[in-house]
């Protein structure tokens, strides 16, 4: 089964950056949306960007949107959170999801059959 880990959290200042990193075990052909979720204590899963492999198509939510960007390397095994301009609200446990065979993205959690173990960003004051 693939598998995905995450990396990269940390605890900054507010206004500070954070790149995460999410890298899969495996390559695989099929068409693949890497996804990122994140979700603060008390509060539901909710998605963050999106990037679709065979066509380098990314979305990001509005709420994040200017902040943060989503990339992929060149191997297609690993998929990258830019995270700029944190604010405290940006605190959480940042997921990286997989949906395979797919010919689109979605941010629907249940969508999504593939998830790393989570990384922490904390963003003080």
């Known amino acids: 089964r693939l598998q995905v880990a995450e990396s990269g959290g940390d605890s900054v200042p507010a206004g500070g950056s954070l790149r995460l990193s999410c890298a899969a075990s495996?390559?695989?052909?099929?068409?693949?949306?890497w996804a990122w979720f994140r979700q603060a204590p008390g509060k539901e899963r909710g998605g963050v960007a999106a990037?679709?492999?065979?066509?380098?198509?990314?979305w990001i939510v509005p709420s994040v949107m200017g902040r943060f960007s989503i990339s992929q390397d060149n191997s297609k095994v690993t998929t990258f959170l830019q995270l700029n301009s944190l604010k405290p609200e940006d605190t959480a446990m940042y997921y990286c999801?997989?949906?395979?065979?797919?010919?689109?993205?979605?941010?629907?959690?249940?969508?999504?059959?593939?998830w790393g173990k989570g990384t922490q960003v904390t963003v003080s004051t």
């Open positions: 999801a997989l949906h395979l065979g797919v010919s689109t993205c979605s941010l629907t959690v249940s969508d999504f059959t593939n």
């Open positions: 495996e390559y695989t052909s099929l068409g693949t949306c």
């Open positions: 990037i679709y492999t065979r066509a380098g198509q990314a």
